[in-house]
């Protein structure tokens, strides 16, 4: 599995949190807020594979570009930036070593603490 940093991702949660559209919720928020399976078909239908990979920093180029397995660590609701979200991935991404994104929702979460 190669994981990367999905680095528009990224930029579009900076772009974000910088306007305001964030929850500064905690980590244990993130488990009601994160989309469910229906609510993330009904955002690939309405808006695509491109917006929906906006809502995560990790990418893994070994899977197939339209499938849900090709994107990880979401951060967001579809709507804003979750800071719970953010928690939980960097938890995760380091607990699976991907150290750029565990270092990009490291500093994205000092970013939302600053505002």
Same mark, same amino acid.
């Given at each position: 599995?190669?994981? +990367?940093?999905?680095?528009?991702?990224?930029?579009?949660? +900076?772009?974000?949190?910088?306007?305001?559209?964030?929850?500064?919720?905690?980590?244990?928020?993130?488990?009601?807020?994160?989309?469910?399976?229906?609510?993330?078909?009904?955002?690939?239908?309405?808006?695509?594979?491109?917006?929906?990979?906006?809502?995560?920093?990790?990418?893994?180029?070994?899977?197939?570009?339209?499938?849900?397995?090709?994107?990880?660590?979401?951060?967001?609701?579809?709507?804003?930036?979750?800071?719970?979200?953010?928690?939980?991935?960097?938890?995760?991404?380091?607990?699976?070593?991907?150290?750029?994104?565990?270092?990009?929702?490291?500093?994205?979460?000092?970013?939302?603490?600053?505002?």
């Amino acid at each position: 599995m190669a994981i +990367r940093l999905n680095k528009p991702a990224l930029e579009q949660a +900076r772009r974000m949190v910088r306007s305001g559209d964030v929850v500064r919720d905690e980590r244990d928020d993130w488990s009601e807020a994160a989309p469910s399976a229906a609510e993330e078909n009904r955002f690939i239908e309405q808006h695509g594979w491109t917006e929906y990979s906006h809502w995560h920093l990790g990418i893994d180029d070994d899977e197939s570009p339209e499938t849900k397995g090709r994107f990880s660590f979401p951060y967001g609701d579809f709507s804003k930036v979750r800071r719970g979200g953010v928690i939980s991935l960097e938890s995760r991404a380091g607990q699976y070593d991907h150290a750029e994104i565990e270092e990009a929702a490291k500093k994205l979460l000092e970013l939302i603490d600053e505002g």
